[in-house]
Structure formats: C-alpha cells, structure tokens
C-alpha cells in the first residue's frame, strides 16, 4: 500500500511519521531482495554470469569441496530470513549420547516407582547404605561424650560445659525433629498442647520429671509404665445433666477468675466438692501426681483463640479430654532422652 498525503498520520511532511516511513521503505527493499533471491532460486543464474547470481539453496565450490547451501523456509519477519540448517554434528551426538546414559541409569539404579516399591537396579544401591553408614560415623564420634551424658546424673548436667553444649545442640535438633509437631518451635505450644517454656507443669517441671515424661510418655499405649490419669466424661456418660454441668462450669470460671455467672457457680461449687476434688483438689489448684491442672491461675491447655472460653470448658467437662504423649523410651536412645530432657528443662520453665 502507498503513503496518502493528504492523510496527517502517513504524510511525510509530519515530522512524527517520518521514521515509519523510513521503515515501510526499508520494508519495502528487504521484500524486494527476497522475491529477487527467490526467483533466482528456481530459474537458476542467468548465462554469461559463472554463477555469480546463483540464491540460496544451490551449490557453489569452495576451495577443493563442493559446499551445500541451506534453502529458506520461506518465514521472514522484519527482514530476518529463517533457513532450514541441519543440526551441528557434536550437537546430535551428545543428544544421543544422554540417551544412552539415561537409559544405563534406570537400569543400573532405582529410578521407575511402582505401586508398592520401585525398580532397584543392577547394581543394587540404595541412599539409606549411605545414610546409615553417615550415622554410624557420627555416632562413633560422639560416642565417649554419650557415654558420658549415660552415666552422670540428671541434675549435673548442666554443670558440666561439654555436656551442657552438647545437650543444647543435640537436644534441639532432636525436639525439631521429633517434638515441634505438637508442642511448636521453640516449645510454645497450642491448644491441647502443652507449652514448655512457662513454669505451670502438669507432671512435674524438674529435669528428673520431664525425663520420666519422655521416657514413658503420657497415657502412652506402648509403656506399661505410662504417666496415667483419666478425666471422667461427665455429660457422655451421663454422670451430670445438663444443668449441673452448666453451674460446674461456672464454677470452674470463678476459680480462674473468668466472667461467670454468681448464681450458677454457687450451685455449681457443691456438685465441685463431690466430683472433682479427688483430682483438683478442694480449691481447684491441681495435682502432679496425677496430671491434674491447677483451674486457679491463668493457663489453660484447652482453649479457643488462645483464650479460655465457656464453650469449650463446657466441651471438656461434658466429653473429657484424652491427650497422648509417645513414650520415646523405645524410638530414642537414653542419650538422645537425656538431651532433649536438658534442652526442654532449659527453655525457661524448668524447675
């Protein structure tokens, strides 16, 4: 298509067009060399010229052996031809090359899964050799300080600085490992969930206690000798109404100096006295022997949004709680036991 004058977005006299003019042009001349190109490709050079005129996609001699050049595919943009040149030969090679190594691999080492396991390999190895074998000399090296942290007692630990080091680091990597899922990082914990960096302990916050806890766990279905202590589901089991539930929960409220009804919670402090005192006590401040927590201060395990709150008071009484600690005593070494008891005792909270 031509340039109109007349029109102000394509006339020449318009300083602003003039370089989109200057690029039609030059357009223009690259589509004309392309057609010339072309027709002398098909008709071939013209007598008299030695070949001179001869386009792309002929032959022509250079030095001693005959060169081939690459025909156009025909696409142009902008000037830029593109011509059908066949892959460099170092560059196939090494193509197929990594296809010969990836098949060698997946015969020589598990690669392909399967439902249930997945192909091995000839040569039979397997990452977890190497592992264990990495564990193994790890363990060697740390073995005289072990044997060290075994035989002392609990409480001299942290008197000892090599084993106090050692405890920190070693008791750390093994709480992230094996604590953080329940208890959080840094042993903040969450509801239902102990935290470990306060001084308000359901078992006993001294290092022999948590070493018993982490021994055989809480409640633990694997040990015998498990920390063990069951809170009766009054309203499941029928044990209270509804109502009576109601006026202990209240109760419980004005013992933690929650927002609570007056009335409700007189009522409620003698169905209290028969009930719960065996395990609370008479004034609601708890029992280590058994697990019991103290209702008179403000931390509460149960709670909703990190506050306590009726409804799930309510919950607790009415179903009663059930909560789990492993016993580690058969996953852990005494060692690694021991390390995460001085590591946990000192977080902040240890008595």
């Known amino acids: 298509m031509g340039v109109d004058p007349d029109d102000p977005h394509e006339s020449p006299a318009n300083p602003e067009n003039r370089v989109e003019v200057g690029r039609r042009a030059a357009d223009a001349e690259n589509a004309e060399q392309i057609l010339r190109n072309a027709s002398d490709e098909i008709t071939g050079p013209k007598r008299g010229t030695g070949g001179a005129g001869r386009g792309r996609g002929g ?3 250079g030095g ?32 197929y090359a990594t296809i010969v190594w990836a098949l060698g691999y997946v015969l020589a080492y598990p690669a392909i899964p399967l439902i249930r396991d997945s192909t091995q390999g000839f040569l039979g190895w397997t990452p977890r050799d190497q ?6 000399r790890f363990d060697e090296a740390n073995g005289p300080i072990r044997e060290k942290l075994v035989s002392v007692g609990l409480d001299s630990i942290k008197d000892d600085p090599q084993l106090a080091s050692y405890t920190e680091n070693a ?13 959080q990082a840094g042993g903040a914990g969450a509801s239902g969930y102990p935290t470990l960096v306060d001084d308000d302990w359901l078992w006993g916050g001294t290092i022999e206690d948590i070493h018993t806890t982490l021994l055989h766990g809480i409640r633990s279905p694997d040990d015998p000798e498990t920390r063990f202590s069951e809170m009766p589901k009054f309203g499941a089991d029928g044990l209270l109404d509804e109502g009576q539930i109601d006026q202990v929960v209240n109760y419980v409220m004005l013992l933690g100096k ?22 609370h006590g008479e004034n609601g401040t708890g029992d280590r022997a058994q697990g019991a927590p103290n209702l008179t201060d403000a931390v509460w395990l149960y709670t909703r949004d990190g506050a306590p709150d009726p409804a799930t008071i309510r919950r607790i009484v009415h179903d009663g709680p059930y909560g789990v600690m492993p016993a580690w005593s058969g996953r852990l070494s005494e060692a690694d036991i021991r390390s995460v008891a001085a590591y946990v005792h000192g977080l902040g909270g240890g008595e």
């Not at 040149?85 to 196939?92: E, G």
């Not at 008791?171 to 208890?183: D, E, L, M, P």
């Not at 009335?263 to 402090?269: L, R």
Request: charged share 20%.
């Open 64 to 95: 001693s052996r005959m060169v081939t050049e690459a025909r156009s595919t025909g696409h142009n943009w902008d000037g830029i031809e593109e011509y059908d040149n066949p892959l460099p030969r170092w560059w196939l090679w090494t193509f």
């Open 258 to 279: 929650l927002p609570h009804d007056a009335a409700k919670a007189q009522a409620g402090q003698a169905i209290f006295a028969e009930n719960c005192t065996a395990c």
């Open 131 to 136: 592992v264990a074998a990495d564990i193994r």
């Open 59 to 61: 032959q022509r001699r």
């Open 171 to 183: 008791g750390r990597a093994i709480f992230n490992t094996w604590c953080v899922q329940c208890h």
